[in-house]
């Protein structure tokens, strides 16, 4: 059973930078969709960036120009860079995967990704 663990969430103040990781187990080959979604209490979660296996990306439009989104299929990590955080990227940060559905079905208004981590908590002080 596939099992994704995130880490590097954290307390910043606006402006500052994070990274978050995801390492992605319990499958043997590159996964086809890998991506990162953020959920506030009270509101629905949110795609904000994906990638496929060939390295295309999508973002959500308010992460665009501020996130970076990279993964090591060796490895089977996920990344996420975040600069210029603000206090409205307060949230719940999940990492999702899915082994088989990648190309045009991997983007940020996709949430029936196979697999998904518990979460990692980044907090934007003003």
């Known amino acids: 059973q596939a099992q994704l663990v995130e880490s590097g969430g954290g307390s910043v103040q606006s402006g500052g930078s994070l990274r978050l990781s995801c390492v992605a187990s319990?499958?043997?080959?590159?996964?086809?969709?890998m991506g990162w979604f953020r959920q506030v209490p009270g509101k629905e979660r949110e795609g904000v960036a994906l990638?496929?296996?060939?390295?295309?990306?999508d973002y959500t439009d308010s992460a665009k120009g501020r996130f970076t989104i990279s993964q090591d299929n060796a490895k089977n990590t996920l990344w996420l860079h975040m600069n210029s955080l603000k206090p409205e990227d307060t949230a719940m940060y999940y990492c999702?995967?899915?082994?088989?559905?990648?190309?045009?079905?991997?983007?940020?208004?996709?949430?029936?990704?196979?697999?998904w981590g518990k979460g990692t908590l980044v907090t934007i002080s003003a």
């Open positions: 319990g499958y043997s080959s590159s996964w086809s969709c």
């Open positions: 999702a995967a899915d082994p088989f559905r990648g190309g045009a079905w991997c983007h940020v208004y996709q949430y029936g990704l196979d697999s």
């Open positions: 990638i496929d296996s060939d390295g295309n990306t």
